[in-house]
Each structure stands twice: as C-alpha cells, then as structure tokens.
C-alpha cells in the first residue's frame, strides 16, 4: 500500500488473493455450484411477441408532423393502459386462466364471481382473493414495450408453456385493441347521454318560449285588434277561447268517464249519455241502447234481490255489464275523437290568428314585445334542432367506431425455449463468486485481519526500526536448539540483525539529544535492560526473549531471562525449566529472594540465568510498582548482569507493561504476521510509545508466519525514527 496516495498496488492485491486463496475458494465454490445446479434444474421458458401498431386518427401519414410527434408522446399512457388491471381480467376471461390448473388457484373462478358465488360455500371476499392471485401472476408473464421512435408495441409473452405463450401475446394485443374500442364507444355513448340531457333541456326551454308567444298573443288580442284596427283579429280570438273551453270540456268528460269505467259504476253512466239536443244522431243512439241495456241490468238485479242469485242471473248480469262497458269505451273513443278535432281546430285558429296579428299594423311597444317573444322562441327551436342533429350523429359514431391500433405480427408458438441461458447463469456465477470471495478476503486483510508485510506494517506505524523473524513453532524447546545448533542460520541471523537494531536504536536515542557531530561521545551505551512485548498474546515475543537471552550468551555475556507475565507465563514451557512462584511472593514482599535458574548453553563463556514464573490467581502488579518493588529488582539486575530480557505480558492484555518498559533501556514490540488487528497493533503500539517516548520509539520484531519467507531473512529495512 502506497503512503503518499493510499492506493493498492497490483502486487500487494496480488499477495493478499494469494494469502487468502482458501478463503476465496470457500465462497467461490458454493456460489458457483449453487449457479451451475441452477442452471441444470431450472424449468425452460418460451417467449414470443405480438406486435400491435398505434395509429391514432390523423397520425402518421394521414396527419402532419405535430400529430404523428403527439402519438410518440402518448405511447407511454398506451403501455400503462395495456398492463392495466382491466385489461388483465379481460385475457382471463378470454383464455379461462381461472379455471386453469397451471395457475395457482385457492378460490373459485370467475364464473362464480359472476354468479353471485352460489354454492359450495365459497365466500366472494375468497374468490376475489383468487382473481387478484391469478391477475398477479399473468402480469408478471406478460412485457409491454414500445420500439424507439416509433408506434409500435411489443407484447410479450413469457411462460413454461409454448402455447399458453402465444395465447397470452395475442390475446393481449387483442383485448388491448378492443378495449380501446370500447372506450371509444363509452366516450360516444357518454357524450349522447349529455347531448341527449341538453335536447331535453332545450325541448323544455322551445315549449316555454313558445306557450309565453302564444300565452301573450291570446292575452292581448282584444287591445291588439282595438290598436290595429283589424275586427277579425278580435273575432279569431274569441273563436280560440271559445274551442280551448270546448277542448277542456271534451277532456273533462272523457277522464270522468274512463274513471266511472275503472270503478264499474254502470249507475253514473246515465249522466254521460244524456242528450242535450237532436243534432248528434249517433249520441242519441247509443243512449237508447244504454238506457235499454240499464233497463234490463235493474230488472236483472231486482230478480237477484228478490229471488237470490242464481248461475243464470250472474252470468246474464256480466253480460249486461260488457256490453254497457263496450259501449262506454266507444263513447270514450268518441269523446278522444271530438278532443283531437277541437284540439286541431285550435290549432288552426291560433295560427290564423298570429297571422293576422303579425300581418296587422302594430303598435311600436306591441311589436317590441312580439319581436323579442318571437326571437326567443326561434332561438330555442334552433338549438333544439342542432343538439337533435348532434345527438343523431352521436349515435351513429357508436355503432360504427374503429381502433386506433391493429395488429400486424401475431405471435406464433414458439419451437424452442428462449431459457434459461445456462453458459451465462454459470459466468455469472462465477464472476459473482470470486467477486465475492476476493471482496471478503480484502475485507478479512485490511479489515478484520492483521500485517500482510513490511510495507504494510510501515503504512500503520510509520517509519520505524524493525527487524523479521521467522516464525518458530509452538510449545517446543526448538528455540534454544536452533540457535546453538545453527548459530548462522536464518533464525539466528534475523536475532543478531534485532539485536542490532535495539542497539541502533538505543544509540540513535543518545544522539537525538546532543546538539552536533562534535558533542557525539566515541563510546556509547548498549541497552543492558530489553523489554519485550506484544499487542496480544502469541505474537511470538517469548520465542523472541528467548533466541535474545540464547544469543546474549553465546557473545560471553551473563544474561538474564526473567518472566513478567505475572498472569500467563510460559518461559518455563518454552525452556523446559520448573516454573516457580517465588518471584510473585518476592514482588508481594513475602519472601526475600527467589529462585533463578541456569539454562546450559554450550560451547560459550557466557551465562543464562532464568527466572520462570508460575501463575498465582493474585493481581500483585499495582502492589508492586507503587511499592517500587519492581524498579528495585530491575535496578539490582542491571548491576548484576550484562543483559537483562524481560518478557512481559501483551500491552493491552494488562497495564503494568508500559510502566515496567519505562525502567528498561530499550523495548522490543513483537507483531505476528495476519494475526493481531490492525486497530489493536496500532492501539498498542501508541500506549506503548507514550510510555518509552523518552527513551526513543520500540524496535519492531516481525514475525512470519510461513517457510515460504526465510530465505528473505535479512532483507530487513533500517527506519530511523529520531524525534
């Protein structure tokens, strides 16, 4: 990773797949074999299309260009207008998907919709649910798409089925087109149902216009015929009130009449055949025969009261009564008669009358006042004649209108299956898999996981001193071996190559506080007393006390190996020595002295000394540093020894390390390779630096974690960190 800009660079990518190559494996692998038994069980679909054009009246070639720019600009609306829900329903009812099994069906069809669900005792809400199911599952069969810059849509069809397919297609395009006839026909037929309202309405407002030119004319004849003059306008209107009284009469007596008929009170029909005069013939006949005929039908009922009723008396008393009631259905049928003739009569007397009245020399104010009756009565009649004619063409627009779109390719049964594409769902799947696995590997190294390398570790902590050693194995006495058996091999080499750095180190600290080249001393201090911790534990910083202490006596020195993980020590595991609580009962002042150890290194002049410990179930530190018991023990070792390794718990694990690596003259910070977070070197390596900031920064002992990296043992980097 790149300090200047923080971006990864192809190499370190490179490394980090390589690292986590099982890890990317792991996630590849089922992601791929899911795809590819996707791909191998997955039901074929087919697809086909029927394709519809849009001509609106007066688009395209039959209109100009702003019309034909209008119909593009509507074929969103008609996508949306044929996916609707009522187109839908439509195709369901046009193929029977209700009813069909490869639906999923719970509720009945809908046929019992429309039956008002009779039967089996299925609820409407239930039936409704199942259409509403059905209707889901048919829009998601069925694509509607327009072709760019074009009136053309495309219905489609998607199915397990090849002929459920193509019937699906077509009769979408279908239903769409007759829906939009039938819009077109509700439009008609709702534009008649206004038209036909407004007819009315105006047929009302011609008949008032015309009873208040009529109502005026008769009203005011007299003053008329007296201003202009003219006698017979006078005599005309008082041979029009004169028939208007006949008429009333007429009407009068007919609606008498019908009302004695309908109650069958043969008595009261005497009054309505009486005879007045002699003029009218046929009256006087049929109220002869009426007379003749009550005559008989009062004998007949006097002969009932008197004898009591018999078969034969009741059947020629109903007789009677038909008769009588013929022959006042025919006095009515006269009476019907008579009224149209007077009605005509007034009629025409009331139109010789507005002829002589409008022929006569009118008065200024009458004439006024007829102008404007007449205007408003010719106003209503010729809008009642236009809504009329509108209303007429209205109706003849529904029942001859055309669709606005045709079809021009139906769709066919489609031959084979359209999917699913199986090379591409299994690329797919294995695209998606490494990407997977490559994302989490990234995630798990510069996320979750630890320290990749050296550049790496200088990205997190700066510049710094530090040295890389290969990792040696777990619980074993091989540390010791390995240094004393190949004093110059890479494991011992990479400690003489830490060591050097600690004294680099601990000469760099010395240096940082003289002023110039002249002030430097031409001898300067080793660190007798080295620290040596970690983030977290197994990071190797036993092994690395250990090779130290190993190495130190090998150069003739008399070292000590001391244990300062009070709570988990493991120099005792590592060296094969008795572990031994005196030195926690020396630190809690309960004994004077403890117990130190020699660990034999051949073939030098030197000497180990070890001080192991053993785990108390007591937390004595704070005890120990505040009585200064610690710093006393430190203080007595470095006049003692040469070198002094101490071996102290991890930084974050416990807080007495960063106050013990203040009495020390150097500090080793131990990282294993991809174990600790970064967030926790980081962490630890800052308390630790506040801690030994005097004494300059820690030197940075990496440890790898595979073979693969020995051979690069002493490509080691210097980073000087003076403050």
């Given at each position: 990773?790149?300090?200047?800009?923080?971006?990864?660079?192809?190499?370190?990518?490179?490394?980090?797949?390589?690292?986590?190559?099982?890890?990317?494996?792991?996630?590849?692998?089922?992601?791929?074999?899911?795809?590819?038994?996707?791909?191998?069980?997955?039901?074929?679909?087919?697809?086909?299309?029927?394709?519809?054009?849009?001509?609106?009246?007066?688009?395209?070639?039959?209109?100009?260009?702003?019309?034909?720019?209008?119909?593009?600009?509507?074929?969103?609306?008609?996508?949306?207008?044929?996916?609707?829900?009522?187109?839908?329903?439509?195709?369901?009812?046009?193929?029977?998907?209700?009813?069909?099994?490869?639906?999923?069906?719970?509720?009945?069809?809908?046929?019992?919709?429309?039956?008002?669900?009779?039967?089996?005792?299925?609820?409407?809400?239930?039936?409704?649910?199942?259409?509403?199911?059905?209707?889901?599952?048919?829009?998601?069969?069925?694509?509607?798409?327009?072709?760019?810059?074009?009136?053309?849509?495309?219905?489609?069809?998607?199915?397990?089925?090849?002929?459920?397919?193509?019937?699906?297609?077509?009769?979408?395009?279908?239903?769409?087109?007759?829906?939009?006839?039938?819009?077109?026909?509700?439009?008609?037929?709702?534009?008649?149902?206004?038209?036909?309202?407004?007819?009315?309405?105006?047929?009302?407002?011609?008949?008032?216009?015309?009873?208040?030119?009529?109502?005026?004319?008769?009203?005011?004849?007299?003053?008329?015929?007296?201003?202009?003059?003219?006698?017979?306008?006078?005599?005309?209107?008082?041979?029009?009130?004169?028939?208007?009284?006949?008429?009333?009469?007429?009407?009068?007596?007919?609606?008498?009449?019908?009302?004695?008929?309908?109650?069958?009170?043969f008595e009261a029909l005497e009054g309505e055949f009486t005879v007045s005069s002699s003029d009218d013939i046929l009256l006087e006949l049929q109220a002869q025969v009426y007379f003749d005929?009550?005559?008989?039908?009062?004998?007949?009922?006097?002969?009932?009261?008197?004898?009591?009723?018999?078969?034969?008396?009741?059947?020629?008393?109903?007789?009677?009564?038909?008769?009588?009631?013929?022959?006042?259905?025919?006095?009515?049928?006269?009476?019907?008669?008579?009224?149209?003739?007077?009605?005509?009569?007034?009629?025409?007397?009331?139109?010789?009358?507005?002829?002589?009245?409008?022929?006569?020399?009118?008065?200024?104010?009458?004439?006024?006042?007829?102008?404007?009756?007449?205007?408003?009565?010719?106003?209503?009649?010729?809008?009642?004649?236009?809504?009329?004619?509108?209303?007429?063409?209205?109706?003849?627009?529904?029942?001859?209108?055309?669709?606005?779109?045709?079809?021009?390719?139906?769709?066919?049964?489609?031959?084979?299956?359209?999917?699913?594409?199986?090379?591409?769902?299994?690329?797919?799947?294995?695209?998606?898999?490494?990407?997977?696995?490559?994302?989490?590997?990234?995630?798990?190294?510069?996320?979750?996981?630890?320290?990749?390398?050296?550049?790496?570790?200088?990205?997190?902590?700066?510049?710094?001193?530090?040295?890389?050693?290969?990792?040696?194995?777990?619980?074993?006495?091989?540390?010791?071996?390995?240094?004393?058996?190949?004093?110059?091999?890479?494991?011992?080499?990479?400690?003489?190559?830490?060591?050097?750095?600690?004294?680099?180190?601990?000469?760099?600290?010395?240096?940082?506080?003289?002023?110039?080249?002249?002030?430097?001393?031409?001898?300067?201090?080793?660190?007798?007393?080295?620290?040596?911790?970690?983030?977290?534990?197994?990071?190797?910083?036993?092994?690395?006390?250990?090779?130290?202490?190993?190495?130190?006596?090998?150069?003739?020195?008399?070292?000590?190996?001391?244990?300062?993980?009070?709570?988990?020590?493991?120099?005792?595991?590592?060296?094969?020595?008795?572990?031994?609580?005196?030195?926690?009962?020396?630190?809690?002042?309960?004994?004077?002295?403890?117990?130190?150890?020699?660990?034999?290194?051949?073939?030098?002049?030197?000497?180990?000394?070890?001080?192991?410990?053993?785990?108390?179930?007591?937390?004595?530190?704070?005890?120990?540093?505040?009585?200064?018991?610690?710093?006393?023990?430190?203080?007595?070792?470095?006049?003692?020894?040469?070198?002094?390794?101490?071996?102290?718990?991890?930084?974050?694990?416990?807080?007495?390390?960063?106050?013990?690596?203040?009495?020390?003259?150097?500090?080793?910070?131990?990282?294993?390779?991809?174990?600790?977070?970064?967030?926790?070197?980081?962490?630890?390596?800052?308390?630790?630096?506040?801690?030994?900031?005097?004494?300059?920064?820690?030197?940075?002992?990496?440890?790898?974690?595979?073979?693969?990296?020995?051979?690069?043992?002493?490509?080691?980097?210097?980073?000087?960190?003076?403050?």
């Amino acid at each position: 990773m790149s300090t200047d800009n923080d971006e990864l660079d192809l190499l370190r990518l490179i490394s980090v797949f390589w690292r986590r190559k099982f890890l990317i494996i792991g996630i590849a692998l089922p992601v791929i074999a899911l795809g590819i038994g996707y791909a191998l069980t997955a039901t074929p679909y087919y697809r086909t299309t029927a394709k519809v054009l849009f001509e609106p009246s007066g688009s395209g070639l039959r209109g100009d260009l702003s019309q034909a720019t209008n119909a593009l600009r509507r074929m969103e609306s008609e996508i949306q207008i044929a996916r609707s829900e009522e187109i839908t329903i439509a195709v369901i009812k046009d193929l029977g998907l209700a009813t069909d099994s490869r639906f999923d069906r719970r509720g009945r069809s809908l046929d019992a919709i429309g039956d008002g669900l009779t039967g089996e005792g299925v609820s409407e809400e239930d039936a409704i649910r199942s259409l509403q199911r059905i209707r889901k599952q048919v829009e998601r069969l069925i694509t509607v798409t327009d072709v760019t810059r074009s009136t053309l849509l495309n219905f489609t069809a998607e199915t397990p089925y090849p002929d459920l397919t193509a019937a699906l297609s077509n009769s979408f395009a279908q239903n769409y087109i007759a829906a939009q006839i039938q819009s077109k026909v509700n439009s008609a037929f709702e534009s008649l149902r206004v038209v036909n309202a407004a007819v009315v309405e105006a047929g009302e407002n011609l008949e008032i216009s015309q009873r208040n030119l009529s109502a005026y004319l008769i009203d005011n004849a007299q003053d008329i015929s007296y201003e202009a003059g003219n006698i017979d306008i006078a005599l005309l209107a008082d041979d029009y009130e004169a028939t208007k009284a006949t008429v009333a009469q007429v009407v009068k007596d007919r609606e008498r009449l019908n009302d004695i008929l309908a109650q069958r009170q043969f008595e009261a029909l005497e009054g309505e055949f009486t005879v007045s005069s002699s003029d009218d013939i046929l009256l006087e006949l049929q109220a002869q025969v009426y007379f003749d005929l009550a005559a008989q039908r009062k004998d007949l009922l006097d002969r009932r009261e008197s004898q009591g009723s018999s078969t034969e008396i009741e059947n020629k008393l109903a007789s009677l009564e038909e008769e009588i009631a013929a022959l006042a259905n025919e006095r009515l049928e006269q009476l019907a008669a008579e009224a149209a003739v007077q009605q005509e009569r007034q009629s025409t007397i009331k139109s010789e009358l507005e002829i002589e009245i409008f022929s006569a020399d009118l008065p200024a104010e009458i004439a006024s006042d007829l102008f404007k009756l007449q205007s408003d009565a010719t106003s209503a009649r010729d809008q009642y004649t236009n809504l009329v004619d509108r209303a007429d063409e209205l109706a003849v627009t529904a029942r001859t209108q055309v669709a606005d779109s045709r079809i021009v390719a139906r769709a066919t049964i489609p031959g084979a299956p359209a999917g699913p594409k199986r090379e591409q769902i299994i690329a797919i799947a294995v695209g998606l898999g490494l990407l997977l696995g490559m994302g989490l590997a990234l995630l798990a190294d510069f996320v979750w996981g630890g320290l990749s390398g050296s550049d790496d570790l200088r990205a997190l902590l700066g510049s710094r001193r530090y040295a890389i050693i290969p990792k040696k194995a777990g619980l074993d006495t091989g540390t010791v071996k390995t240094v004393l058996m190949d004093p110059f091999g890479p494991f011992a080499e990479s400690l003489r190559m830490l060591r050097s750095e600690i004294e680099k180190g601990a000469t760099d600290s010395e240096r940082g506080g003289m002023s110039g080249i002249d002030a430097v001393p031409d001898t300067l201090s080793s660190p007798k007393i080295i620290c040596v911790t970690s983030a977290v534990p197994k990071e190797g910083k036993s092994t690395t006390s250990i090779g130290l202490a190993v190495l130190s006596a090998m150069s003739g020195h008399k070292t000590c190996l001391i244990d300062f993980d009070f709570r988990r020590p493991s120099l005792s595991a590592y060296t094969g020595l008795e572990p031994n609580a005196d030195l926690p009962a020396y630190l809690m002042e309960k004994t004077d002295g403890f117990m130190v150890q020699n660990l034999e290194v051949e073939n030098t002049n030197g000497r180990l000394d070890v001080v192991t410990g053993a785990p108390t179930g007591q937390s004595f530190a704070d005890q120990a540093l505040a009585s200064g018991r610690i710093q006393s023990l430190i203080t007595e070792l470095r006049d003692e020894y040469d070198m002094v390794i101490i071996d102290t718990a991890p930084v974050l694990a416990v807080a007495e390390t960063q106050a013990i690596a203040r009495y020390c003259d150097a500090t080793v910070f131990c990282a294993r390779e991809n174990y600790a977070a970064r967030r926790s070197i980081k962490q630890a390596y800052d308390s630790l630096l506040s801690a030994v900031y005097a004494r300059g920064h820690p030197t940075i002992a990496m440890t790898f974690s595979r073979g693969g990296r020995n051979k690069y043992y002493y490509a080691y980097r210097s980073y000087a960190s003076n403050a």
